[in-house]
Nanobody, 120 residues
Framework: QVQLVESGGGLVQTGGSLRLSCAAS????????MGWYRQAPGKQREFVAT???????NYADSVKGRFTISRDNAKNTVYLQMNSLKPEDSAVYYC??????????????WGQGTQVTVSS
């Protein structure tokens, strides 16, 4: 079992920055994919960014050039640095971990979410 705990959300003005953190209860960064997703009111949850164990990243077109996903293996923490924030970035942001254990079983964990609100 893995717990993911997000933090760092809050209220920020348009053009501002926030850094979200996702702390994992154990080291799972050597396998699988860590990701950030978001869900705005009345909308489906959508992909934001992923970071593979090998270090490759992928971003939604809407956040490319503004958001950066990274990790600190020593702290079992994944970050999402968000710059040049826009009102349409307002949502609950969720951390996700998917992969395969060395024993062969698959895992897919979600955090509880952290609210990001960007005022215009």
């Amino acid at each position: 079992q893995v717990q993911l705990v997000e933090s760092g959300g809050g209220l920020v003005q348009t053009g501002g920055s926030l850094r979200l953190s996702c702390a994992a209860s154990r080291n799972i960064f050597n396998s699988g994919i860590m990701g950030w997703y978001r869900q705005a009111p009345g909308k489906q949850r959508e992909f934001v960014a992923t970071l593979r164990s090998g270090g490759s990243t992928n971003y939604a077109d809407s956040v490319k050039g503004r958001f950066t996903i990274s990790r600190d293996n020593a702290k079992n923490t994944v970050y999402l640095q968000m710059n040049s924030l826009k009102p349409e970035d307002s949502a609950v942001y969720y951390c996700n971990a998917v992969g395969v254990w060395q024993t062969g079983g698959r895992y897919n964990y979600w955090g509880q979410g952290t609210q990001v609100t960007v005022s215009s």
